[in-house]
């Protein structure tokens, strides 16, 4: 087993304070999404890592610096969460969906494996595509590579039914989100099924392009409570493998079987700033209003 599967030892009470007060000191976080808008009053705390956008015909690809902003709202969304839990992690952009919400897995592929090969720790989507057998080859190959670099991947589910498949969120080494009744700084696990994470999604404060806000709701904005709370334990305890992650915030998450608790933990404090999901093969993000079909990529 490699280094970067051992790692320290974490016990259940070191990862339940780690995510009580942690704040993501030092972990970098890539927000493969529709952007960033940099300039939001949300955002001007935030600790910035690459702006980078993937553009091409999806055989013939680049990856170039990133001046649009935020080309859908949908990206600035997702960061806020994310900051406003983990106000100290270095959050990067790179931009797969267009002003239409959608991409290609080919996309997303290519993001992922530029983030990985940038040293980012967690790789955020806020997006997914239909679970079929053609589109796996576009997400297996950059999932097990980014598990076997020591890298988490965070994924928010559909929202209709997280149990229909999905990818990237139906991979077992994935922390996999669905939106649930759930305290708006918690998280709950589901067991028996894939997607074994539940957090709030319904009606969430969002900042959004612009330095507008919207009220939304959708798996989109639940997932980045999950990477929030990676964040706070990744920077208590750098080197936390990722199953071994993925196990202690099942053990310190509150068990339910539909994540309907009204409350759940463990639980942070609110520190900083201000979510939505896609979906790709022809990708696109998750909010629950824009969906894609065949190998679009979607937002949930």
Not at 21 to 32: F, K, Y
């Amino acid at each position: 087993m490699s280094d970067a599967h051992r790692g320290p030892y974490v016990g259940v009470d070191d990862a339940t304070r780690a995510v009580a007060q942690g704040d993501g000191r030092a972990v970098r976080i890539a927000v493969l999404d529709s952007g960033l808008d940099a300039a939001h009053p949300a955002l001007h705390a935030m600790q910035l890592g690459d702006r980078v956008a993937i553009d091409g015909d999806g055989r013939h690809m680049r990856c170039a610096d990133d001046a649009s902003g935020d080309l859908y709202g949908h990206g600035t969304a997702v960061a806020g969460i994310i900051h406003r839990f983990a106000p100290r992690a270095v959050i990067g952009s790179f931009r797969v969906l267009g002003a239409d919400g959608r991409s290609r897995s080919a996309f997303v592929r290519e993001a992922a494996f530029e983030a990985l090969d940038r040293g980012y720790h967690i790789l955020h989507c806020s997006l997914g595509c239909p679970g079929e057998n053609r589109f796996l080859p576009l997400y297996k190959e950059w999932i097990d590579e980014a598990y076997l670099r020591g890298a988490h991947v965070v994924a928010a589910a559909g929202n209709v039914d997280p149990d229909v498949a999905d990818w990237p969120s139906h991979f077992s080494t994935v922390i996999s989100v669905a939106m649930g009744q759930v305290a708006p700084d918690a998280l709950a696990f589901a067991p028996s099924s894939l997607v074994e994470f539940r957090a709030l999604g319904h009606g969430v404060d969002v900042a959004w392009r612009g330095g507008g806000a919207k009220k939304v709701t959708g798996s989109s904005f639940a997932a980045p409570v999950a990477t929030a709370m990676l964040a706070r334990l990744l920077g208590e305890h750098p080197g936390t493998p990722p199953l071994e992650a993925k196990a202690l915030l099942q053990r310190i998450s509150v068990h339910t079987a539909s994540g309907s608790a009204a409350a759940a933990s463990p639980s942070f404090p609110a520190s900083s700033a201000s979510s939505l999901r896609p979906d790709t093969s022809r990708s696109s993000p998750h909010p629950g209003s824009t969906s894609a079909i065949g190998s679009i990529a979607r937002i949930p």
